[in-house]
């Protein structure tokens, strides 16, 4: 169980497995990596997200509201809690958004 939200960690997602073969820092060093691709995208939709402890997500719209996220599995339904509307990844405004951005 956590003991900062009171939330049991039922299984962890498998892109923070750990292994011997994948060291900590490298983990560590992907982990940011989702977070700006995922900030890349979010960005169009006015969120971001932050890590937390490098165990959970937090993601936050411009109004200041937060939810909590365990993994990048549970990321999308937060978000669109926030929105109040479905992500969709396919949206053509979204795309050239992004070919914008990495121009």
Not at 20 to 43: D, F, G, H, M, T
Not at 60 to 78: F, M, N, P, T, Y
């Amino acid at each position: 169980m956590c003991v900062l939200c009171g939330e049991s960690i039922l299984q962890t997602h498998w892109t923070d497995q750990k292994s011997a073969a994948n060291p900590s820092r490298s983990r560590q060093k992907e982990r940011q990596y989702r977070i700006r691709l995922l900030n890349q995208v979010l960005a169009y939709y006015g969120l971001k997200v932050d890590d937390w402890n490098g165990a959970k997500f937090v993601v936050r719209d411009k109004k200041g509201r937060s939810e909590i996220v365990h993994d990048l599995g549970g990321l999308w339904a937060k978000a669109e809690k926030l929105i109040g509307r479905p992500l969709n990844p396919l949206d053509s405004g979204l795309m050239d958004f992004l070919k914008r951005d990495t121009v």
